[in-house]
């Protein structure tokens, strides 16, 4: 069982940078790919990135390949979103989550993952 608490989300400008965490809970945190996910008011949610179990590799939605991006720190049991330029359509509840198994295999795919925080609200807005 793993818990995942999301920190970080507030009211920020347009071209402003944000770092979002997510702190686990449990046991096995770092065999675990973690991925986060965005749901903004009105639409489904999406898929924002991924990162593997080690931090050695990392995929991107292309809506924000360039500028975001995703790390761990094992030792800390934490995963995060660094988000920089920030955009007025970034606005959304942000969600981390984790998963067993390959990173590539299905990230796009919310049944993929087996555990989900609450999620954290992300505000652009001048």
């Known amino acids: 069982q793993v818990q995942l608490v999301e920190s970080g989300g507030g009211l920020v400008q347009p071209g402003d940078s944000l770092r979002l965490s997510c702190a686990a809970s449990g046991r096995s945190f770092g065999s675990y790919a973690m991925g986060w996910f965005r749901q903004a008011p009105g639409k489904e949610r999406e898929f924002v990135g991924i990162i593997t179990w080690n931090g050695g590799r990392t995929y991107y939605d292309d809506s924000v390949k360039g500028r975001f991006t995703i790390s761990r720190d094992n030792a800390k049991n934490t995963v995060y979103l660094q988000m920089n330029n920030l955009k007025p359509e970034d606005t959304a509840v942000y969600y981390c989550?984790?998963?067993?198994?390959?990173?590539?295999?299905?990230?796009?795919?919310?049944?993929?993952?087996?555990?989900w925080g609450q999620g954290t609200q992300v505000t652009v807005s001048s």
């Open positions: 989550a984790a998963k067993r198994g390959s990173y590539n295999t299905g990230p796009r795919r919310e049944e993929n993952y087996d555990y």
